[in-house]
C-alpha cells in the first residue's frame, strides 16, 4: 500500500486538485500518448490509467473511442473521476497490486505518478502487475524523473482565483543525493480576503535512474525512452532529467 500521508494528501486536495493542475496540457498528453501507442502498440484500444486522479486522462481517451478506465488508492479523486466520466469504470485499488478480468493494449501512468510507488521493491510489483495486466504488445507509458538530474531548489509555482479566493500552488522534487527515496515538496498559499492559510507536505516516492529503471523493465519490455515534450517524438538525448518510457511487452 502505499503511505497513509499519500492518501491524507490526496483526501484533502481533492477539493482543490484541478485547480491546481489547471496549467496542465491534458488533451496534449494524451494525445501525445495516443500517437506513441498507434506506433508501438497492438491496434487494441482497452485502456487503463493508473493513479487516474479526477480522471482527465480517461476523458480524453473515451473521446478518442478507447474503451478507457481508472484506477487510484483515493475515494475523493475517484468520485470526481466518475463525475467527469460517468461511461467509465474507476476502481480503488493500489498500483502497485492490481490485477484485471480483461487484458489491457495500454497502461498509463501520467504526473510522474508512477513514483508512488514506495521503494524499488513497491515498483517492482508495479511494473509486474502491469505486465501480467497486459496483452502481448501492449504499451505501458509514463513519466519519469532522474534521481540524479533533480534541482532541489526548483519550483513549479502558479496562481488561481477560485471562491473569493488567491491560491498560489508551488511543488518541487527533492533528493538528498543517496538511497532509493526521493519526495515531491508541495506548498498551497490560500488567501481569503486578509487571512492566509498555508499548507505544505512532503512524502517519501521512490528514487531512480533512467538506466536503474531500464533494467528493472528490460526482462518485460521493449523499452523506449523519449524527450519528455508532449508536441515531438523525439527520443531521449541521454541528458535531460524528465523522460516517457514507452515499453512494449514482449
Ligand atoms: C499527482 S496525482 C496525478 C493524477 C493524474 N494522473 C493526473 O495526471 O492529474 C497522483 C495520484 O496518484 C494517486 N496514488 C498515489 N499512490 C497511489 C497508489 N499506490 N496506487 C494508485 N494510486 C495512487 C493519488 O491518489 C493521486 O490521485
Known amino acids: 500500500m502505499s503511505s497513509p500521508s499519500t492518501n491524507a494528501l490526496y483526501t484533502d486536495l481533492s477539493g482543490y486538485y484541478d485547480l491546481m493542475c489547471a496549467e496542465i496540457n491534458y488533451q496534449a498528453q494524451s494525445d501525445h500518448v495516443r500517437r506513441l501507442h498507434q506506433i508501438f502498440g497492438n491496434k487494441g484500444q ?9 480522471g ?17 488508492i483515493n475515494q475523493p479523486m475517484l468520485l470526481q ?7 467509465a469504470q474507476f476502481t480503488l ?3 502497485c497490486r492490481f490485477s484485471v478480468e480483461q487484458p489491457l493494449d495500454l497502461i498509463t501512468c501520467f504526473l510522474y505518478s508512477i513514483h508512488y510507488s514506495d521503494g524499488i521493491e513497491k515498483l517492482k510489483e508495479c511494473i509486474n502487475s502491469v505486465y501480467n495486466a497486459l496483452n502481448t504488445k501492449g504499451v505501458f507509458c509514463f513519466n519519469v524523473v532522474d534521481k540524479n538530474k533533480i534541482e532541489n531548489n526548483s519550483l513549479v509555482r502558479h496562481t488561481a482565483e477560485y471562491d473569493n479566493s488567491h491560491f498560489v500552488f ?8 543517496s538511497g532509493e527515496k526521493q519526495s515531491l515538496k508541495l506548498n498551497i498559499e490560500k488567501t481569503t480576503q486578509d487571512e492566509t492559510q498555508l499548507w505544505q507536505d512532503e512524502h517519501p516516492m ?3 535512474s533512467f538506466h ?9 519490455f521493449e523499452v523506449h525512452i523519449f524527450e519528455h515534450d508532449y508536441e515531438k517524438i523525439m527520443l531521449w538525448d541521454n541528458v535531460s532529467g524528465n523522460a516517457i518510457f514507452t515499453c512494449v511487452k514482449i
Open 46 to 54: 482497452n485502456h487503463l490509467d493508473l493513479a487516474c486522479g479526477t
Open 56 to 72: 482527465p486522462h480517461v476523458r480524453h481517451f473515451l473521446d478518442f473511442g478507447y474503451q478507457s478506465s481508472g484506477l487510484d
Open 81 to 87: 473521476a466518475k463525475e467527469r466520466c460517468p461511461e
Open 93 to 95: 485499488k493500489d498500483m
Open 170 to 177: 508551488s511543488s518541487g522534487w527533492y533528493y538528498a543525493g
Open 206 to 208: 521512490v528514487a531512480l
Open 212 to 220: 536503474e529503471l531500464e533494467k528493472l523493465l528490460q526482462p518485460y
